[in-house]
T-cell receptor, first 110, second 113 residues
Framework: GENVEQHPSTLSVQEGDSAVIKCTYSDSASNYFPWYKQELGKRPQLIIDIRSNVGEKKDQRIAVTLNKTAKHFSLHITETQPEDSAVYFCAASNFNKFYFGSGTKLNVKP | DVKVTQSSRYLVKRTGEKVFLECVQDMDHENMFWYRQDPGLGLRLIYFSYDVKMKEKGDIPEGYSVSREKKERFSLILESASTNQTSMYLC????????????FGSGTRLTVV
């Protein structure tokens, strides 16, 4: 089955800096890669996703890049703000079933 | 506008009890999933269902069963609760097919004493 690894497990940045979270996956058949943000005590929410026929996707301060050859994808957050503090999960999917990374706790210091 | 509802936010049960966790979605989604979330382990899939009365084991099905009698409802059953099943349980649903993100419920924090 699929194996998704996520790094780092914790990340602390100063407000205004950029943050990068990286994931690798093992199953070359995976073709959909969503990212979820989970604030303390709340449900995970989809923030951005990318499909395997696209190399990069951007939505305001958030971007995701995908390298299918190397089987890795990354989340980039620019101009971080305190409200970006949360746990972020990456996932890889091959037709419906998702495999999640172990999560990255991002702390943005004011 | 909550679309995936988990019946309980917090539950405390005794070892050996049979426990039911309920999840209801109002989006007419075909797929429904149960995950448990533990610190450092992320989200691990327990069971999932692609259709009514259909179920498939995920990565950690031992000690759990599920029921999907209606499209909108997916129940997770702990046959005989044990302390190692103390966890946060998240239900999710999605449309069938590739590339549709999950909608998660708010979670049920279960403590087995």
């Amino acid at each position: 089955g699929e194996n998704v690894e996520q790094h780092p497990s914790t990340l602390s940045v100063q407000e205004g800096d950029s943050a990068v979270i990286k994931c690798t996956y093992s199953d070359s058949a995976s073709n959909y890669f969503p990212w979820y943000k989970q604030e303390l005590g709340k449900r995970p929410q989809l923030i951005i996703d990318i499909r395997s026929n696209v190399g990069e996707k951007k939505d305001q301060r958030i971007a995701v890049t995908l390298n299918k050859t190397a089987k890795h994808f990354s989340l980039h957050i620019t101009e971080t703000q305190p409200e970006d503090s949360a746990v972020y999960f990456c996932a890889a999917s091959n037709f419906n079933k998702f495999y999640f990374g172990s999560g990255t706790k991002l702390n943005v210091k004011p | 506008d909550v679309k995936v509802t988990q019946s309980s936010r917090y539950l405390v049960k005794r070892t050996g009890e049979k426990v039911f966790l309920e999840c209801v979605q109002d989006m007419d989604h075909e797929n429904m999933f149960w995950y448990r979330q533990d610190p450092g382990l992320g989200l691990r899939l327990i069971y999932f269902s692609y259709d009514v009365k259909m179920k498939e084991k995920g990565d950690i099905p031992e000690g759990y069963s599920v029921s999907r009698e209606k499209k909108e409802r997916f129940s997770l059953i702990l046959e005989s609760a044990s302390t190692n099943q103390t966890s946060m349980y998240l239900c999710a649903s999605s449309l069938r097919g590739d590339g549709y993100g999950y909608t998660f419920g708010s979670g049920t924090r279960l403590t087995v004493v």
